[in-house]
């Protein structure tokens, strides 16, 4: 008879790391631990060291998260006082300049960086993207926010207030169709011709402007960037689990990170997503669903037990109910500690907010969401999950939430770093290698973001799935300009709805 414990035929989950150019990611307060090398976070060696560590287990990418202003709604308004003394998620640093440095001594560790739409114009923000993917040969994604703090927006939108949260997946609806154009549709495949003999680096003929034109941008081109033979666009990533969060990850997404209390909870989640993205005429299985989680492992319970015990101590509650006036939009110190919250309206992170205050599948049937329930929950492992015990407990608790959720795998965060990945790759990953979880090595060296995702089997497995609706916007190798303006022409109406 089989049993729980046994290998089974399975599809390798995706194990990604989950950190941020800050000290205090998603444990405020753990900074303090006498282990713990968050501190370092702006030094170049804590991010090589990292990436060594990571591609030792295995891993698939390290996913890096980013915020533009400081947790200022609790106790507010405006005021970073809790997110300053415990170093929640300020100060932090930008995200993207740590990558060509892991990638210059990793071979197939991908990167996902963060970056709003909001932030800076999308021709601009094109480049640092392009030449991210051409130094880690094809190694890049772009994780899509729309940002959710009224301070960035106060300091990147000229004293203007965040716009509504529906408006910003309108205006990061057109930042993405500017972003495929530019990667896709300015330069043909085969535009770089390097012909020494006569003096043509680049054919004119082969690249042309994109001319786009919408509400919010108008962006004539051509791209500056020249076109990159191991992944002619990123991996796009997508974090908003809202209604309309949703339904941008169903267009648009080949990983989206979607979080849920509990398994049940989160099937709830991904069976909407799921019905979305038939909806756009795709493939469910082509856009993985990953979720938060902190894992606190030892060879046995008891000790797990002990090391999250110890963690406990340096943790910080003003700091955590900081980070939930960021991600909530609303300030926890209004109310009283024993008080419920069941009612949120929120301009911020709806999803959390709802996730963190409404009663889900697989709950407790009497769980009192209260002020004092969120603070302790969320001061260590954040807005995610968390794991506690041996390393066969964590991967019982793993392959339950890949089965009852259908969960494609997971962001893994730490309590201290390096200290909780170094424990994932010496205690966890083996156990979750033996049940067939995490494959026992990569399937080749030099794999892209988008091999790491999806594998190397397809025919070309370094670029977007033909049911994505910007497969057809790419002008190929061959392709007569006339061909490439008709098929753009049609892509652009079918699947943009552009005349």
Do not use: C
Request: proline share 6%.
């Amino acid at each position: 008879m089989t049993t729980k414990r046994q290998k089974k035929e399975r599809k390798p989950i995706i194990i990604n790391a989950f950190d941020m150019a800050t000290p205090g990611l998603q444990s405020p307060g753990l900074w303090k631990h006498p282990k713990d090398k968050s501190r370092d976070y702006n030094t170049i060696e804590y991010w090589t060291n990292l990436a060594k560590l990571l591609e030792k287990g295995k891993f698939n990418a390290l996913f890096i998260a980013d915020v533009l202003g400081p947790y200022d709604v609790y106790n507010g308004p405006r005021n970073l006082t809790a997110a300053a003394k415990s170093g929640a998620q300020w100060p932090i640093n930008e995200p993207s300049l740590v990558v060509p440095a892991m990638a210059a001594i990793t071979k197939n560790l991908s990167f996902a960086v963060t970056a709003s739409t909001i932030s800076e114009a999308p021709y601009h923000f094109a480049r640092r993207l392009a030449t991210l993917d051409h130094l880690t040969k094809g190694r890049v994604g772009w994780n899509i926010v729309s940002s959710y703090l009224d301070s960035a927006s106060r300091n990147l939108l000229n004293g203007q207030p965040l716009p509504p949260h529906d408006e910003r997946y309108v205006k990061a609806e057109e930042y993405l169709e500017v972003i495929y154009q530019l990667f896709l549709s300015s330069w043909a495949d085969d535009a770089v011709k390097l012909d020494v003999q006569k003096g043509i680096f680049s054919d004119p003929e082969r690249i042309r402007e994109i001319n786009y034109e919408g509400n919010h941008f108008n962006v004539p081109g051509p791209f500056i960037s020249e076109p990159n033979p191991y992944q002619r666009l990123p991996v796009i990533l997508q974090a908003g689990a809202s209604t309309k969060g949703l339904e941008y990850a169903a267009k648009h997404a080949e990983a989206v990170f979607i979080n849920g209390n509990t398994p049940e909870g989160l099937r709830t989640k991904i069976d909407k997503l799921n019905t979305l993205i038939k909806k756009h005429g795709r493939n469910p299985e082509d856009v993985k669903k990953v979720q938060l989680v902190t894992v606190i492992v030892a060879p046995t319970y008891e000790e797990a037990v002990e090391k999250f015990k110890d963690y406990k101590k340096y943790a910080d509650l003003e700091g955590a109910q900081a980070l939930f006036g960021g991600w909530s939009g609303f300030d926890l110190g209004k109310y009283d500690w024993d008080q419920e919250l069941d009612q949120v309206e929120t301009n911020a992170v709806r999803s959390f907010a709802e996730m963190m205050t409404k009663q889900f599948p697989g709950d407790p049937p009497n769980l009192k969401k209260t002020r004092g329930y969120i603070a302790d929950k969320i001061s260590i492992g954040g807005s995610g999950v968390l794991f506690i015990g041996s390393p066969t407990d964590v991967a019982d608790e793993i392959e339950n939430w890949v089965d009852v959720a259908g969960i494609d795998g997971f962001n893994f965060t730490y309590a201290i770093t390096p200290g909780t990945f170094e424990d994932i790759v010496e205690l966890l990953i083996p156990e979750l290698q033996r049940r067939g979880l995490v494959w026992e090595d990569y399937p080749k060296d030099g794999l892209t973001f988008r091999e790491n995702l999806y594998g190397i089997e397809r025919e070309d497995p370094t670029y977007l799935k033909p049911d994505h609706p910007a497969y057809n916007l790419r002008w190929r190798e061959g392709e007569s300009r006339e061909e490439f303006e008709a098929k753009l022409k049609k892509t652009l109406k079918e699947k943009f709805g552009k005349e």
